[in-house]
């Protein structure tokens, strides 16, 4: 039976959704607050977006922390396999880098963003763009339409809401599915942010805005010494502090009990044999966005090593040691708030 769906929320959810819904023979109207569907897409993956990981479901699971299981039947409904096979279909080309982390072969975000319209146009999806969506219609227990911020109503037979979190306002997060399902009579739990980056009292990670490093391994222990999540791939210094992909995954692990404070420890020698080793800092492990001076090279080193030598070739700049590790950090909070990094070498 045909039914008329609306479906709330132009990102990644609700595109899906709305596609899906339609191919199954609904009528369906997607309403999107902005004058473009995908934005937050758009910005994913530095303008790259990581579709999604090439593993398994149980795979998957291992990696979500909190309660992983609450997606269980949703992975199961659609894997990571799925997906990608997915894009595929709607002609998007997909690669896989370091971590099993899948991209569009294009390296651009908004083919992604143009695989999903094109799925929409396939199946009829009617979008109503710059349409802000103020309230749920709520009647006998069931959603039966919207009431737009204009003040107009639409009704429908069923309403999904795909509005996002509060992780980026600018991109149209603001909040709004979380007033939605308490109009509906749902509980809200205390919000709190995820995936985010790490300030810290430090001036010598303000001096290095801009130094992206790869390869590097980090480690966050509680004060008791208990390690508590590890990682390995890039991280990136910033004017507040630390930021880049293993830090933002590091501070999900941490973010309910973060004022209980944590050490992070920064590995950066991980890959290499750590005995009279050199490392090349080139434009694979350091990003300024213009060519590294042997200054800002040698301002790194030594807040990390006792002893460097430092010397020039035409391409690379090359930083010889004998130490082997590097300890660093109290995490004492996120967002606004403080982090301690104290950098020294380990004994």
Not at 55 to 75: Q, T
Not at 179 to 187: C, I, L, P, V
């Amino acid at each position: 039976m045909k039914k008329k769906i609306i479906v709330v929320g132009g990102g990644a959810a609700g595109l899906m959704a709305a596609g899906r819904a339609a191919e199954r023979g609904h009528e369906v109207h997607l309403y999107e607050k902005n004058n473009r569907i995908g934005k937050k897409i758009l910005i994913t993956g530095k303008g790259r977006c990581n579709v999604t990981n090439d593993s398994d479901v149980e795979g998957l699971l291992e990696n979500i922390p909190g309660n992983p299981y609450f997606l269980y039947s949703a992975f199961y409904q659609l894997d990571s396999f799925g997906l990608q096979e997915f894009f595929k279909e709607q002609g998007l080309e997909l690669k896989v880098e370091r971590g099993k982390r899948v991209f569009p072969v294009s390296d651009r975000s908004l083919d992604v963003v143009l695989a999903l319209e094109k799925y929409l146009k396939k199946n009829g999806v009617k979008l109503h763009l710059e349409s802000p969506v103020e309230g749920i219609l709520i009647a006998d227990g069931r959603a039966e339409g919207i009431r737009l911020k204009n003040g107009k109503e639409e009704r429908a037979d069923g309403v999904i809401v795909c509005t996002g979190g509060l992780s980026y306002p600018g991109t149209g997060s603001t909040g709004d599915g979380y007033r939605f399902a308490k109009t509906a009579g749902h509980h809200v739990t205390k919000l709190y942010p995820s995936l985010v980056p790490l300030r810290t009292e430090e001036d010598w990670c303000h001096e290095l805005m801009g130094l992206s490093l790869k390869n590097i391994e980090i480690t966050i222990k509680n004060k008791k010494g208990k390690k508590v999540y590890s990682d390995f791939g890039e991280m990136l210094f910033t004017h507040f502090g630390v930021s880049g992909p293993v830090i933002l995954s590091a501070s999900r692990h941490i973010i309910l009990t973060i004022e209980e404070g944590y050490r992070l420890y920064i590995d950066p020698l991980s890959i290499f044999i750590r005995n009279d080793i050199s490392i090349l800092i080139n434009a694979q492990y350091v990003r300024f966005g213009y060519r590294p001076s042997n200054t800002s090279v040698i301002r790194f080193v030594i807040l990390v090593y006792r002893t460097i030598w430092i010397y020039n070739t035409v391409k690379v700049c090359c930083v010889k040691t004998s130490i082997t590790n590097i300890r660093t950090v109290n995490i004492a909070s996120l967002g606004n708030s403080k982090v301690v990094i104290n950098m020294a070498p380990a004994h």
